[in-house]
């Protein structure tokens, strides 16, 4: 889990936070290492869609905050990186394998991805694709309850965060935010009055 580099965003804010420029430079170290070691779809962390979608996300994040002090050279890495991660989601989408939570992280990041890199080659297309997965993955993994179909409280939290990312990049139908309050209020109930969520289910 350590390649979905989600502890680079905490280290993006603690830049931000302190001004220290050790928390900058181990970024980048741990940039460099990385790509080094992972040339593109060569090795186990190319080997799951949904780790590089979730790798995109945090690269994305490091970009946002950060991506203007990380210097010339290492800033055209890490963007010629999310490229090549959104070049890959799109050819690999897990339509076969998982297509439930894994189809729908990828195709969040991928949708994200065609907003970051619009006006360049294939940036449209993932957009649209993205966003298009994104809301049948709605409609299909949703109940009307507001219930997740895998049925397991930790898989309703992570959909429902996904949905939300979503929501806040793009302009979702009247009734996908309608299934996406109807997702709250089933885990505020779930949560219940102790605001405590149970672990039912699958927790992977």
Do not use: K
């Amino acid at each position: 889990e350590l390649n979905r580099h989600q502890h680079l965003v905490m280290l993006a804010h603690a830049h931000l936070l302190t001004g220290r420029r050790q928390y900058l430079d181990e970024i980048g170290n741990q940039l460099d290492s990385w790509f080094e070691a992972n040339p593109m779809q060569r090795g186990i962390n190319w080997a799951s869609a949904l780790e590089v979608a979730f790798r995109s996300l945090s690269w994305m994040w490091v970009e946002h905050l950060v991506g203007g002090s990380l210097g010339d050279a290492r800033r055209g890495r890490l963007i010629e990186g999310l490229y090549q991660h959104a070049s890959h989601l799109e050819a690999n989408l897990s339509v076969y394998f998982s297509p439930n939570t894994h189809l729908l992280g990828e195709a969040v990041a991928l949708h994200a991805l065609g907003m970051m890199f619009r006006g360049t080659a294939g940036a449209r297309r993932w957009e649209a694709l993205g966003a298009r997965i994104v809301g049948e993955e709605m409609e299909r993994q949703v109940r009307a309850d507001g219930s997740h179909l895998e049925q397991s409280s930790y898989y309703h939290v992570y959909a429902l965060d996904m949905f939300l990312f979503h929501a806040t990049l793009a302009e979702p139908s009247m009734q996908y935010r309608h299934r996406l309050e109807c997702m709250a209020i089933y885990l505020e109930a779930l949560a219940g009055p102790s605001r405590r969520l149970p672990f039912i289910g699958d927790d992977d």
